[in-house]
């Protein structure tokens, strides 16, 4: 058992997958695929071999993991031996520490943040325990990640395609090419393209007469003064209808909204400011946002109701339904294009990365430190046992031989330990 679990362990397997997948990943960038044939990503990324690779990099670091964790697990026992095996009575250092008290120095060691642990004359100190559990945690979370990945196969992804108010009950797979059961009723309400505010002009004209009055260049959003007791507010522009929405607004006051069509059609309106109002001309409209008004159906039932746009999916039953596309027929029907998808391990995949950012934040700021205080002919000996690499961790212990050195503890307490 042992040999296997140093096998998947090893550095060196560790090293050789990853340039494996390295060189893979280049292929996959550069490499050309002809024109009608398997996509690059499926041929490199979705093959077996690769997947193969990608096990066994997730066995690697299970094992690693594992022996982190074992490695922890025992290290307090595995320190205190040491400590119990060091031949410390008859070796000089400059950590010598001309104290009589193990209490007092147990005492001043908790105050610096130290967890004490006493075994006979001898003590072992450790700071920064939860760093220690920094990289097992890391690896968990990339092994959730990979596995979340996985459990991704096990969803789908498909497409639909409705006119407003139509619904439907299936979705098209492409990777069978064939209708599948959605589990519930996908019904489009209601579709329009939002543009950011249009500028055009406009135009009054004598009813009787069909003599242009007045012109006005404006935008949406802004008000245009007709006469001395009469203006408009500009609240919508359809480019598609050419279809121009007024509020009327008489001294100061809304009084209703005015409709008007391009070309010879003409809207009922209920209100008549004395003249007609038609639009002219407008600048290309740009394309602002898609919003489409849905509903979720189950039984007949309207279950649920609510508003997808770009970037802003509507999620049932972990099914994120996105809007990718939409047109008009040549009798002005809306037609709109749905992409859904499903992937049961995108939680997986966010719990690990957040855990993952969370661990490499503990790796770089939260380090583990471990002393350990054994007898001496003349008193005790500080004993660097982890975390005082460097030039700055020979400060940081110099600084703690300072502390500890000091026979009054309060005193002593009033050095703080650099973080």
């Known amino acids: 058992m042992k040999p296997i679990l140093d096998f998947f362990s090893s550095v060196k397997l560790t090293l050789g997958l990853l340039l494996g997948l390295s060189f893979v990943a280049i292929f996959g960038t550069i490499w050309p695929v002809e024109q009608g044939t398997i996509q690059r990503f499926e041929l490199y990324y979705q093959s077996l071999w690769f997947r193969l690779l990608l096990g066994f990099l997730a066995l690697n670091l299970a094992a690693c993991t594992w022996r982190t964790f074992r490695r922890i697990f025992g290290e307090k026992q595995r320190l205190l031996s040491l400590l119990e095996n060091t031949e410390s009575a008859s070796q000089t250092s400059d950590h010598n520490l001309a104290c009589d008290d193990l209490d007092k120095l147990a005492e001043r060691l908790q105050e610096q943040g130290y967890r004490v642990t006493l075994s006979g004359e001898r003590i072992l100190a450790r700071r920064g325990l939860v760093g220690r559990w920094a990289l097992p945690i890391l690896h968990l979370s990339i092994l959730a990640i990979m ?36 589990g519930f009723t996908f019904r489009l309400d209601h579709f329009e393209p939002q543009y950011y505010p249009i500028d055009l002009r406009f135009a009054t004209y004598d009813k009787e007469t069909r003599k242009q009055l007045q012109e ?8 245009v003064e007709l006469s001395a007791d009469l203006s408009v507010q500009v609240l919508r522009f359809f480019p598609e209808e050419q279809h121009l929405v007024l509020g009327l607004v008489r001294e100061g006051a809304l009084i209703g909204e005015y409709h008007s069509l391009s070309g010879e059609r003409t809207y009922p309106n209920s209100i008549d400011p004395g003249f007609e109002i038609k639009p002219t001309a407008f600048r290309d409209p740009l394309l602002k946002q898609l919003h489409a008004e849905v509903s979720i159906l189950e039984n007949d039932e309207v279950v649920r109701q609510g508003i997808i746009e770009v970037n802003t999916p509507l999620v049932h039953r972990g099914v994120a339904i996105y809007q990718t ?27 690990g990365s957040i855990v993952l950012t969370m661990a490499i934040l503990l790796v770089f700021f939260l380090r583990f430190y471990a002393v350990g205080i054994v007898p001496t002919t003349n008193g005790f000996r500080l004993i ?15 600084t703690l031989v300072a502390i500890l050195k000091r026979m009054d503890g309060k005193e002593g307490s009033k050095i703080k330990y650099p973080q």
């Open 147 to 182: 596995v979340g990945a996985l459990a991704a196969q096990l969803g789908f992804v498909g497409t639909m395609n409705l006119y407003v108010t139509h619904q439907s009950d299936q979705y098209f797979d492409w990777d069978i090419e064939a209708d599948v059961p959605l």
């Open 325 to 351: 596309a939409y047109s008009r027929d040549e009798s002005g029907f809306w037609t709109c294009g749905f992409q859904l998808s499903k992937d049961p391990g995108e939680p997986l995949v966010w719990l």
């Open 384 to 398: 660097s046992l982890a975390g005082f690499r460097g030039d700055a961790g020979k400060e940081k212990l110099a």
């Open 216 to 223: 006005f260049t404006t935008r949406e959003g802004e008000t």
